[in-house]
């Protein structure tokens, strides 16, 4: 991919699976600088993947031809407000964070803005992220092209023709590595509770967890649903563990917490 100088504005948990990607894929260190308040965080960034550190957020965004910006939502306005002194006329500009939309962007650092909004997740620390992309159509196909290389190179992406949908990504994708943890989580306590020690628990759901959803991408052409019914036997203990799931409205769960994470973009869209 074109190698363009990148400031990651936040170097916290998600611009540091990003880095670690793009670096695992090939990326120069020496194009990529990262920015936060203090050394604790960009000491370690630095040392694992060689890349640039930098506590002065103007001078990595001056410098730069891509501004990421990766800071907690709460804190996108203070943090762009210096960067008002940027010209970005010539800088793409990819913000990851949730509840923040464009025109509210272009606001915060004043400027025309040439936008792509990212949803990733932190799989794209092994190169196994899902990120949702949007730009409006006045993105250059350069940009475009830059943003689809940047997020492939740390997984799969898929961009959305409207910026609300970024909302439905980060309740299927941004947020829902979350989901599976806890999922993954209760298995683990169970099998406990059912006396395998923590380690052979952890093992027992990590490698069922990776088989399945190997499972799944091995078999694009089979359905989720036909993939489960081939475990569930007849009369067996699948149908059992699976009816229980489902007298206690699993499915509606699932999407009642979906739809809060939706709920929760709209919100933060209003309060930052
Ligand atoms: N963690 C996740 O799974 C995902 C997070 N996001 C978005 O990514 C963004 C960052 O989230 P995380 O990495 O989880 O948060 P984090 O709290 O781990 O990282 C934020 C970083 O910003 C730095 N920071 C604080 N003040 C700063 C300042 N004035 N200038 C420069 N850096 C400053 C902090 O030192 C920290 O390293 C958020 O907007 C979030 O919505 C998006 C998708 C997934
Ligand atoms: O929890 C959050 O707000 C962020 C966005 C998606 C994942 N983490």
Redesign the pocket.
Known sequence: MEQRSIAF?????????IIAGLIASGYDAKKITA????ET?LAPLQHDFGINTDSD?LRAAQQADVVV?????Q??A??CLPLQAVDFSNKLVI??????NSARLATMLDSQLHLVRV????PALIGKGMSGLYADSTLAPQDHQFASDLLQAVGEICWVKQEADINGI?AAA??A??YFFLFMEAIQQQAMAQGFDEQTARLLVQQTALGAAAMVQANPETDLATLRQQVTSKGGTTAEAINTFNHHHLTEIVAKAMQAAVARAQEMEQLF
Do not use: E, F, Q, Y
């Open positions: 504005i936040g170097a916290g948990n998600m611009a540091r699976s920015t936060a308040p203090s965080r957020n910006l990766a800071v907690k939502p804190l996108m203070d943090v913000s990851i964070a949730a509840g923040i949803m990733p997740n932190t980060i941004g947020s590595p979350a």
